[in-house]
């Protein structure tokens, strides 16, 4: 069945440093690829979404680059600041699926 | 403005009581979710309905029940509740089924059965 994997965390980081969390998937066919942010005490919030192969898609300075190839949806960003502690899920949908597919979840702390 | 609202935030009971979480979304969505999170963030599926009709239904306990009574909400009973139910539930909806739509989330509610 379909499946994502996220790199385990926690991640630590300082201020200013770069980030990335990996994320490849299992998945038939061509699925959307997203990445969600969920802040604590919060419900998750989409951070950026690709919907086909070599799409990048982008938002408050993160990136993701969708590889059909590798199967993969790695998030990055180039400076990350301490408001980005938070755990970010990478998760796919089929085409013409119901179902959301969410990976386990990469927490981050950003460090002043 | 709110768009998707879940009540209560936290729930407290203890094991054999049967309790009800709601939700609504102002969003105009045809699609809504229930969620559970566990103690590790792992997200998983439990129900969805598309226009108040059952679409998705994981392997849950019968004692969970949802219930859609219109598009804009859909609530979830849990009867018997029992220790394991401890859980972060999320509320979501979505635009249309089609695999472009985002998920759209309510805060969540905390319930702890002791």
């Known amino acids: 069945g379909d499946s994502v994997t996220q790199m385990e965390g926690p991640v630590t980081l300082s201020e200013e440093a770069f980030l990335t969390i990996n994320c490849t998937y299992t998945?038939?066919?061509?699925?959307?690829l997203f990445w969600y942010v969920q802040y604590p005490g919060e419900g998750l919030q989409l951070l950026l979404k690709a919907t086909k192969a070599d799409d990048k898609g982008s938002n408050k300075g993160f990136e993701a680059t969708y590889r059909k190839e590798t199967t993969s949806f790695h998030l990055e960003k180039g400076s990350v600041q301490v408001s980005d502690s938070a755990v970010y899920f990478c998760a796919l949908r089929r085409a013409g699926g119901f179902k959301t597919i969410f990976g386990a979840g990469t927490r981050l702390f950003v460090k002043a | 403005d709110t768009a998707v609202s879940q009540t209560p935030k936290y729930l407290v009971t203890q094991m054999g009581n049967d309790k009800s979480i709601k939700c609504e979304q102002n969003l105009g969505h045809d699609t809504m979710y229930w969620y559970k999170q566990d103690s590790k963030k792992f997200l998983k599926i439990m129900f969805s309905y598309n226009n108040k009709e059952l679409i998705i239904n994981e392997t849950v306990p019968n004692r969970f029940s949802p219930k859609s009574p219109d598009k804009a909400h859909l609530n979830l009973h849990i009867n018997s509740l029992e220790l394991g139910d401890s859980a972060v539930y999320f509320c979501?909806?979505?635009?249309?089924?089609?695999?472009?739509?985002?998920?759209?989330f309510g805060n969540g509610t905390r319930l702890t059965v002791t």
């Open positions: 979501a909806s979505s635009q249309e089924l089609g695999n472009n739509s985002p998920l759209h």
């Open positions: 998945a038939t066919g061509y699925p959307s």
